[in-house]
């Protein structure tokens, strides 16, 4: 019996082990489903976070962004996820700018999840603490020209 128990312990344990040797994997292939082609990363983004701006701000938007990370952030198995500086205007000539969590979905489409604008971010710098990775808070506040 104690045999036994020392062999199902031990193949639970490499199965463990190599579970974990695929997540990489697997992270890595999710990425591949669902982040849009270089040719199209742009446009496509360009396009959503205008159609997410829109009912807001007017049709007549310039919008641009900055990455505020290289590359997508991989999360269990939920979508890829990017961190942008979102600056726009509109026919007004008014500014909107502040940080977007955007989720890349089947490589046609970005879901904005999240937008906090910079008098938000201004106003209540700890909003973004849960939304966006730590690493990026201060980058962030900077860009917006939070004062410490």
Same mark, same amino acid.
């Given at each position: $019996?104690?045999?036994?128990?020392? &062999?199902? &312990? ?34 496509? &983004? ?19 962004? /900055? ?13 890829? *996820?990017?961190? &942008? ?7 007004? *000539?008014?500014?909107? /700018? ?27 710098? /700890?909003?973004? $603490? ?7 808070? /201060?980058?962030?506040? *900077? ?6």
């Amino acid at each position: $019996m104690k045999y036994r128990l020392t &062999l199902l &312990l031990a193949s639970a344990f490499l199965a463990c082990v190599s579970c974990r040797a695929q997540i990489p994997g697997v992270a890595e292939s999710h990425i591949a489903a669902n982040v849009p082609s270089a040719n199209d990363f742009r446009p496509f &983004l360009i396009r959503d976070l205008t159609a997410y701006l829109k009912p807001t701000h007017g049709d007549k938007l310039t919008v641009d962004y /900055e990455l505020l990370r290289d590359g997508p952030t991989q999360s269990g198995v939920a979508y890829p *996820k990017f961190y &942008l500086w979102l600056r726009a205007t509109n026919a007004e *000539k008014a500014v909107i /700018e502040g940080a977007v969590r955007v989720a890349a979905v089947d490589k046609k489409r970005f879901d904005v999840t999240d937008f906090v604008p910079r008098s938000e971010i201004i106003s209540h710098p /700890e909003t973004l $603490m849960r939304i966006f990775p730590q690493a990026l808070i /201060e980058k962030i506040h *900077k860009k917006a020209g939070v004062k410490k």
